[in-house]
């Protein structure tokens, strides 16, 4: 039977390692991360699962071919639930439905090293070799970091499941600003990313004319705009693109900024435009370092593809959720990156949607009803029930 009361039990206690005030921190392969990973690990054997921790940090609650899931690490700043409400519901149905469900964890979903690299890896798109050599914006390399969490057995192989079901958060407005309880997933857009070094020259800021400067943050806000201005004829009103990142060198009031490090990346449903938006933004920064007299390295493209959801499971979940929250339920697609994109390359892949309070996420005041939190785990419930 399904208990609300000990999935946001365990959601509340989750919520407890790595918190700071309402949201919480757990990079991939920090302290609380591994500590919550190997508490998960623990809830999933009282669950009658069988844990293992793959090399890749993935924590695995095997059990039955339907497998449901998410992750634990968190962004720099991250929110209670986005991750995390998935892994527990997927804990909670598998309570409540012996034998028919699995649970996963993915590791790094949130970036520290890649995009989405538990997942990348578990579904063949990128070698554990590969991933060991990405780094975090310190320079540490997901190989070292991987030390930290020793596994306790290999990956479970893809062929042992039937379906992957993602529950989330929606991490965006619309469900929130017309007051419906669920969201039924249609596709996740894809994402590209780029790292960029402009590199001049650092100098005194005091003696220094102007005429004669490399100021490599001159080039950035430069950049910026030549991007700003090149995308204007490419991209839709559902197009995002977003420097996320600026590491300035030496970063000092007296100093001619010497180098500037900044990550660009952009999102669309199309795969088309995010080919034509990537030519526009190299295009874009070539010109801008040129203009201001910089040298310029612009890093390989990190990229994910758009993913359509199964269209079979859709149903299902709509199903389940017309009958959970009637005529509180809509079809919509992800701007939000999630581990199903990496999954659907192996398995038929669905998610479900609740409600973001203001539509605020990766952020600390990241939130949701918790009346919405047990409809979207009621309709996971149910689907799970239709599906078995
Ligand atoms: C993952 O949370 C993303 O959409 O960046
Ligand atoms: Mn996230
Ligand atoms: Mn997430």
């Known amino acids: 039977m399904l208990d609300p009361a000990a999935f946001l039990d365990d959601l509340?206690?989750?919520?407890?390692?790595?918190?700071?005030?309402?949201?919480?921190?757990?990079?991939?392969?920090?302290?609380?991360?591994?500590?919550?990973?190997?508490?998960?690990?623990?809830?999933?054997?009282?669950?009658?699962?069988?844990?293992?921790?793959?090399?890749a940090g993935n924590v695995w609650g095997c059990g039955g071919p339907i497998l449901i899931g998410s992750h634990t690490d968190t962004q720099p700043e991250g929110g209670?639930?986005?991750?995390?409400?998935?892994?527990?519901?997927?804990?909670?149905?598998?309570?409540?439905?012996?034998?028919a469900v699995s649970v996963v964890s993915f590791?790094?979903?949130?970036?520290?090293?890649?995009a989405t690299t538990?997942?990348?890896?578990?579904?063949?798109?990128?070698?554990?070799?590969?991933?060991?050599?990405?780094?975090?914006?310190?320079?540490t390399t997901f190989g070292a970091a991987r030390c930290a969490l020793p596994s306790t057995g290999s990956a479970p192989d893809p062929a042992r499941f039937r379906t992957y079901l993602e529950p989330h958060i929606e991490q965006g407005p619309v469900l929130d600003a017309a007051g419906e309880a669920v969201g039924i997933v249609t596709a996740i857009v894809g994402l590209r990313q780029v790292t960029v070094t402009m590199e001049g020259r650092q100098n005194h800021a005091g003696t220094t004319p102007m005429h004669?400067?490399?100021?490599?943050?001159?080039?950035?806000?430069?950049?910026?705009?030549?991007?700003?201005?090149?995308?204007?004829?490419?991209?839709?009103?559902?197009?995002?693109?977003?420097?996320?990142?600026?590491?300035?060198?030496?970063?000092?009031?007296?100093?001619v900024p010497g180098r500037v490090r900044f990550t660009v990346q952009w999102r669309d449903a199309s795969a088309a435009?995010?080919?034509?938006?990537?030519?526009?933004?190299?295009?874009?920064?070539?010109?801008?370092?040129?203009?201001?007299?910089?040298?310029?390295?612009?890093?390989?493209?990190?990229?994910?593809?758009?993913?359509?959801?199964?269209?079979?499971?859709?149903?299902?979940?709509?199903?389940?959720?017309?009958?959970?929250?009637p005529g509180r339920w809509r079809r919509m697609p992800s701007g939000a990156l999630h581990d199903a994109t990496n999954v659907a390359r192996v398995l038929p892949v669905a998610m479900l949607f609740a409600p973001s309070i203001g539509g605020i996420s990766h952020a600390f005041d990241e939130d949701t009803?918790?009346?919405?939190?047990?409809?979207?785990?009621?309709?996971?419930?149910?689907?799970?029930?239709?599906?078995t």
Do not use: C, K, Y
Request: glycine share 8%.
């Open 12 to 55: 509340d206690t989750l919520r407890g390692i790595g918190r700071r005030g309402t949201g919480v921190v757990r990079r991939a392969f920090d302290p609380d991360d591994i500590r919550a990973r190997r508490r998960l690990a623990d809830r999933f054997a009282a669950a009658g699962l069988d844990p293992v921790i793959d090399p």
């Open 80 to 99: 209670w639930l986005d991750g995390s409400l998935g892994v527990i519901a997927g804990l909670a149905v598998a309570r409540a439905r012996p034998g």
């Open 107 to 114: 590791q790094d979903e949130e970036g520290r090293f890649g």
């Open 118 to 139: 538990g997942s990348e890896i578990w579904s063949g798109a990128l070698s554990l070799d590969a991933a060991d050599a990405l780094t975090d914006l310190d320079g």
């Open 212 to 255: 004669l400067r490399a100021d490599a943050l001159r080039g950035f806000g430069m950049a910026q705009d030549a991007i700003a201005t090149a995308l204007e004829d490419v991209v839709t009103p559902d197009s995002v693109w977003t420097i996320g990142h600026v590491a300035l060198h030496p970063n000092a009031p007296s100093i």
């Open 273 to 325: 435009r995010l080919e034509r938006m990537e030519t526009a933004i190299r295009r874009a920064l070539e010109d801008a370092a040129r203009a201001s007299v910089l040298r310029i390295d612009i890093s390989d493209t990190t990229a994910l593809p758009p993913a359509p959801m199964d269209s079979t499971l859709q149903d299902v979940l709509a199903r389940a959720a017309e009958r959970e929250a």
């Open 369 to 387: 009803d918790r009346d919405d939190l047990v409809t979207m785990l009621r309709v996971l419930d149910r689907a799970v029930g239709e599906l």
